[in-house]
């Protein structure tokens, strides 16, 4: 198989990769470990609001991959997904990227939008917690209205417990969130609405605190045993457990294809995205330059980056006229 660019990565940024390329007259194959698109945004939290996408003043992570998938529609990718990337050979203009599935994909550029590399869930040190998950313990809310008349434990600091605490308030019997720490890292805005829920009294609030035993049977939880830094323990009433502690990282073969890397992450070129090998890209979370915002919206502008400079490289004598979508349009299919 061939193309003109490889993006390695089907969440946001790897999807509007794709935009960006067809825009620009590049046709493009996509790879994704993952059995379906959309990356952290569907696998972790497909009903989690988000509230930083321009024009859009809240909408879903399962609702944005809906519409990058739309707007990446007319430009007819090649998606391939279950596969992972597991080698690449080449130079720029000619690079081979062979899949732990005997894919072979030949592409004269990459670009690896992958995120965070390989995800799962950092796991509370609970020695039955295996016995209660996916029944009583859950990692990421896929569907928020399971959890309607509820009593949920949630356990984290940042954004996703505090965000959750606040969204499933509104349809839990009620919500109890515990933290090792006073404070809390999240948004003000969050943070305030948090302390009108605790207010309401449809929140309880435990700090300093932390998990220390899970009461059930069957995969079922009726209790949670949470205990303080001196080790005085509580028992809350509780059907579900929501432990919030971020995700386990790896980069996987990426680690092992000479790139320039900075512990999890691959350094980049701010102003191409182009990493230390010629005609290799990377955006979105799993890139780094100083001062970078990880942001979604800065992976968006990171795609857009890469696709004008790989069109620049392929064909050098080309004039580049930059012209807005308004006025270019969407070329249309062959």
Not at 149 to 168: E, Q
Not at 175 to 183: A, E, G, P
Not at 311 to 334: C, M, V, W
Request: proline share 5%; hydrophobic share 40%.
């Amino acid at each position: 198989m061939k193309t003109d660019v490889a993006i390695i990565g089907a969440g946001p940024t790897g999807l509007f990769a794709v935009f960006q390329c067809g825009m620009l007259g590049l046709k493009t194959h996509i790879i994704d470990s993952l059995d379906q698109i959309g990356g952290q945004c569907t696998a972790l939290y497909p009903e989690k609001p988000i509230f930083d996408i321009p024009a859009e003043p809240s909408i879903t992570a399962a609702d944005l991959i809906e519409q990058l998938e739309a707007q990446a529609a007319p430009f007819a990718p090649t998606i391939h997904l279950g596969h992972q990337v597991t080698e690449i050979d080449g130079v720029e203009g000619a690079f081979t990227l062979k899949t732990n599935k005997d894919l072979t994909i030949s592409a004269k550029a990459i670009i690896i939008a992958g995120g965070a590399g390989s995800f799962g869930p950092n796991r509370p040190p609970l020695d039955t917690i295996e016995e209660f998950e996916g029944q009583s313990v859950f990692y990421a809310v896929r569907n928020r209205a399971q959890f309607t008349g509820k009593r949920i434990v949630i356990a984290g600091g940042g954004d996703s417990a505090v965000d959750w605490a606040n969204s499933l308030a509104e349809i839990a019997a009620h919500i109890t969130l515990i933290h090792r720490r006073d404070k809390f890292r999240a948004a003000q805005s969050s943070l305030d609405k948090l302390a009108e829920n605790k207010e309401q009294g449809k929140i309880s609030i435990k700090t300093p605190a932390q998990l220390h035993q899970l009461h059930g049977e069957n995969g079922l939880l009726h209790k949670i045993t949470v205990a303080d830094m001196d080790g005085n323990t509580t028992d809350l009433d509780a059907d579900i457990l929501l432990p919030f502690f971020g995700l386990a990282t790896d980069l996987g073969p990426v680690a092992s294809w000479g790139l320039n890397l900075d512990r999890q992450q691959i350094k980049t070129d701010q102003s191409t995205s182009q990493t230390s090998i010629q005609g290799i890209y990377a955006i979105g979370d799993i890139s780094i330059y100083p001062h970078k915002l990880k942001l979604i919206l800065t992976g968006f502008a990171e795609a857009a980056q890469a696709a004008h400079h790989i069109q620049y490289r392929l064909d050098p004598d080309k004039a580049q006229h930059f012209e807005y979508s308004t006025t270019k349009g969407i070329p249309l299919k062959n």
